[in-house]
């Protein structure tokens, strides 16, 4: 309880912008502690609440991993606050899709 785990970057995923705003309010706004390291899919099992982040998907949680339920295949509190607060940043925050669209041209 109170703690996030992620995986470290060194074990292969991504250095993502969403993973990293997603850290900063979980650290700065929400008070956990988040720690970087090796985790199993048991652990995963065991776990009250998973999510994954992506640059399109934003924070999208997980109720299912191997035909086992997680938090009985609802999307927790602490994922639904952690997308609100996202989004929050993100809209008060960044390039809107339209001034970057103009940008590409």
Known sequence: KGVVWTPPLYA???PGITRAA?????REKLRLSVREELFGVVDLYQAEEVWITGTGAEIIGITEIDGRKINDAQVGALTKNLVNL?????ASSGTP????QAVAR
Not at 22 to 26: F, K, M, T
Not at 86 to 90: E, M, N
Request: glycine share 12%; no cysteine; hydrophobic share 55%.
């Open 22 to 26: 997603a850290i900063e309010i979980l």
């Open 86 to 90: 996202y989004r929050g940043v993100t």
């Open 12 to 14: 292969g995923i991504l």
């Open 97 to 100: 899709v339209n001034e970057a």
